[in-house]
């Protein structure tokens, strides 16, 4: 398995709303990310800078790649780019994190 972690950023202000929205995630969403190879995902939020950390594992041949051609995906994110930071088609702005440490 790998572990794949990256930034994302919300705006301020958002937070209570980005909590709400994801307590009520699309069931076909969570199936999406489940058949692309995605398990134990988390995302954290710190709330002095906004800044999102996400967490995931997945095999090493992950569909992950295929997510944004997804109609589902895409309306996700189209739902949720007026409470972060996005790019022009719609996907959050993301930063990799580089691994330094791992206590297995």
């Known amino acids: 398995m790998q572990r794949h972690a990256f930034?994302?950023?919300l705006n301020p202000g958002a937070a209570h709303e980005y909590r709400q929205r994801h307590d009520a995630i699309w069931p076909e969403l969570k199936a999406l990310l489940k058949e692309k190879?995605?398990?134990?995902?988390?995302?954290?939020?710190?709330?002095?800078?906004?800044?999102l950390l996400?967490?995931?594992?997945r095999p090493?041949?992950?569909?992950?790649?295929?997510?944004?051609?997804?109609?589902?995906?895409?309306?996700?994110?189209?739902?949720?780019?007026?409470?972060?930071?996005?790019?022009a088609d719609g996907s959050p702005v993301?930063?990799?994190?580089v691994e330094v440490f791992h206590l297995d």
């Open 7 to 9: 930034k994302m950023f």
């Open 37 to 51: 190879g995605v398990v134990n995902y988390s995302i954290f939020l710190d709330p002095d800078t906004n800044t």
């Open 54 to 57: 996400a967490y995931l594992e």
């Open 60 to 87: 090493e041949h992950h569909g992950m790649d295929e997510l944004p051609l997804d109609p589902v995906m895409q309306r996700w994110w189209a739902s949720m780019k007026d409470i972060m930071a996005a790019n």
């Open 94 to 97: 993301t930063s990799p994190l």
